[in-house]
């Protein structure tokens, strides 16, 4: 009997032990590819981002001093064709002055009062905003092409998310080419910051809100900080509001 009883508590023993053993093992590695494709299909839910042939929406981009003054404040129309090949137009104020970039047939020209600006460090300024802007809205749903590699370096804690950090490299990257990462929420994996690290500074732009009025989840309220070499904030550089989303396929 006492036999019996012993062989049960072994049995038990070694049920909870196996149990605790499972629950505690490490999970499998996850990739920086499982993890980007959670987060597209956070923001692109019916996988519509293949489809999408024009998107234009407002942006507002107010840059601040050291001190907190305002150093600028502009508000753009931006609209962007994707297919059959790029093209788009962004367009402001400054002043009296009517500004536009106009990017088509794989040439970019920029008009202030409609008339065309020869200035060939306009064009270079215009071409930088161009580019990075249609950069910037394509994102996180472009981060699979081939060009590019992704590099998982693990959990960070950012001010209110933990997140999983991803480094973006791209095959045509030179030496001294931008170095670009991408924070995944850990728990719903959306994209809730990345950090660019130039030759002259180091930016970490924080996702506050999202806007969802269309098929996908855009920006709507993001926060730009000018970090130090320690990866600490030093002040509040830009603030960027996006509205009036509209898209097409």
């Keep these: 009997?006492?036999?019996?009883?012993?062989?049960?508590?072994?049995?038990?023993?070694?049920?909870?032990?196996?149990?605790?053993?499972?629950?505690?093992?490490?999970?499998?590695?996850?990739?920086?590819?499982?993890?980007?494709?959670?987060?597209?299909?956070?923001?692109?839910?019916?996988?519509?981002?293949?489809?999408?042939?024009?998107?234009?929406?407002?942006?507002?981009?107010i840059l601040f001093l050291e001190d907190g003054s305002v150093?600028?404040?502009?508000?753009?129309?931006?609209?962007?064709?994707?297919?059959?090949?790029?093209?788009?137009?962004?367009?402001?104020?400054?002043?009296?002055?009517?500004?536009?970039?106009?990017?088509?047939?794989?040439?970019?020209?920029?008009?202030?009062?409609?008339?065309?600006?020869?200035?060939?460090?306009?064009?270079?300024?215009?071409?930088?905003?161009f580019f990075a802007s249609q950069y910037v809205i394509r994102q996180p749903f472009d981060l699979l092409e081939k060009n590019i590699k992704l590099i998982y370096s693990g959990i960070k804690q950012l001010k209110e998310n933990k997140a999983h950090e991803i480094k973006v490299t791209y095959d045509e990257d030179k030496e001294k080419s931008d170095q670009w990462f991408y924070y995944f929420d850990v728990n719903t994996f959306k994209?809730?910051?990345?950090?660019?690290?130039?030759?002259?500074?180091?930016?970490?732009?924080?996702?506050?809100?999202?806007?969802?009025?269309?098929?996908f989840i855009f920006n709507e309220n993001r926060k730009s900080y000018r970090l130090n070499e320690q990866g600490e904030k030093t002040y509040l550089r830009a603030e960027y509001f996006y509205s009036n989303y509209k898209t097409s396929y």
């Design 71 to 129: 150093e600028s404040e502009v508000n753009q129309h931006q609209e962007f064709v994707f297919y059959p090949e790029l093209s788009g137009k962004i367009s402001w104020k400054r002043g009296v002055d009517s500004i536009s970039i106009v990017y088509k047939n794989g040439k970019l020209k920029k008009f202030i009062n409609k008339i065309p600006t020869l200035s060939l460090k306009e064009l270079k300024s215009a071409e930088n905003t």
């Design 191 to 215: 994209v809730v910051a990345n950090k660019i690290i130039r030759s002259d500074h180091i930016s970490l732009v924080n996702n506050i809100t999202f806007n969802s009025k269309t098929d």
């Design 1 to 61: 009997m006492c036999l019996r009883i012993n062989e049960k508590r072994i049995d038990v023993f070694l049920f909870f032990s196996l149990l605790l053993f499972f629950s505690c093992s490490p999970k499998k590695n996850i990739s920086a590819k499982s993890i980007v494709e959670k987060g597209i299909k956070f923001h692109d839910d019916s996988n519509n981002w293949k489809n999408l042939k024009t998107l234009s929406f407002n942006k507002k981009v």
